[in-house]
């Protein structure tokens, strides 16, 4: 019975996962390295970036995102322009506290405050001014 429920939760997260259409080192990668361990509470989805070298960008479920670099030796991630590689234990710990520091933005909407204020600037109504007087020849 033990050895039915292991199977079970590890064919319930491989199927959570395939919505991802990753290479399994990248998703081990995210997982073992990164530390997004499940995949689906943190990532949103991924695809493939016409990049060279190839990389794929990771989009988080606040709608940040970051890349995933293959290089000659190592993959590397790149958030906000700042490259770390995986292969360095120190560069991965610094890749995990800035990807901790994007999780922690504010969730992107479409619907934000500074367009519904765009509106109602519109929709007020506009005082009736006093015409300018001709000048008298």
Known sequence: MKKLREHIK?????????????????????????????LVRYVDFAKAAATVPPSYEITLTNGTSFFIIYEDFSLAVEIEGKKYYLGDMEERNEAIKHINKLLKEPQLNSNTDAGEEETEEFDEPVADEPAEEEPEA
């Open 10 to 38: 590890n064919e319930i997260t491989r199927l959570m996962e395939e919505k991802y259409n990753l290479p399994f080192e990248l998703v081990d990668a995210l997982k073992n390295d990164l530390k997004l361990n499940p």
